[in-house]
């Protein structure tokens, strides 16, 4: 079973891109959904992170609070490298077991969907990457379009603290293009096609 990595800046439409996958059959890890997932049950990952980021970091009512994670982290390199030091290790566990699942169901190839993909090291785990790309003057607007609660400055700093796009092309084995001057699901199925026969 092929592991195919699927990622792309904020505002690039790898969500829609890994849905399109998802609505053809393919088993497809959110990353993002997942770590959430695991930092409001993992216990031991919670002692951790309330140790580093204060008794804040969970509500009153035991639930993640992603306000004040994001307030602690944000445009601090450091805070950023721990957070990701004691989350994506258990990412990177839960996918192997859930990869086993998908393996012992006979699926021919699965993706895993991750912004930070290459940052925290998860491409290790995969055998071919896809990069969706769009340019970013496309992404930032797309981002103010969706996002109400951020401002330029805060897409200006995300768009800063990954990994660049000529970066991601560089090393990505396939590319989507999601530049709205091509249309995105032809470009799909020519690469489930391709997967499919491995």
Do not use: C
Not at 28 to 33: E, I, K, L, N, P
Not at 126 to 131: P, Q, S
């Amino acid at each position: 079973m092929r592991r195919i990595g699927i990622t792309g800046g904020i505002g690039s439409g790898k969500s829609i891109v890994a849905r399109l996958f998802a609505a053809l059959g393919v088993p497809v890890y959110d990353s993002d959904s997942r770590a959430k997932g695991i930092m409001a049950t993992d216990l031991g990952l919670r002692e951790q992170l309330l140790a580093a980021f204060g008794a804040e970091t969970y509500t009153p009512e035991g639930l993640l609070n992603r306000t004040h994670l994001a307030q602690r982290v944000f445009g601090d390199a450091a805070q950023v490298a721990l957070l990701n030091s004691l989350v994506h290790p258990r990412v990177g566990a839960d996918f192997e077991a859930w990869v086993a699942t998908q393996a012992a169901a006979g699926q021919p190839y699965i993706l895993k969907e991750a912004a930070l993909l290459y940052e925290s090291g998860a491409y290790r785990q995969l055998d071919r990457i896809i990069t969706v790309f769009a340019p970013p003057a496309v992404r930032h607007a797309r981002v103010l379009h969706r996002d109400a609660h951020r401002s330029a400055a805060d897409v200006e700093a995300i768009m800063r603290q990954q990994l660049s796009d000529e970066e991601k092309l560089a090393r990505a084995d396939y590319v989507v293009y999601n530049d709205d001057s091509q249309l995105v699901l032809p470009q799909v199925l020519a690469l489930d096609e391709t997967f499919r026969q491995g």
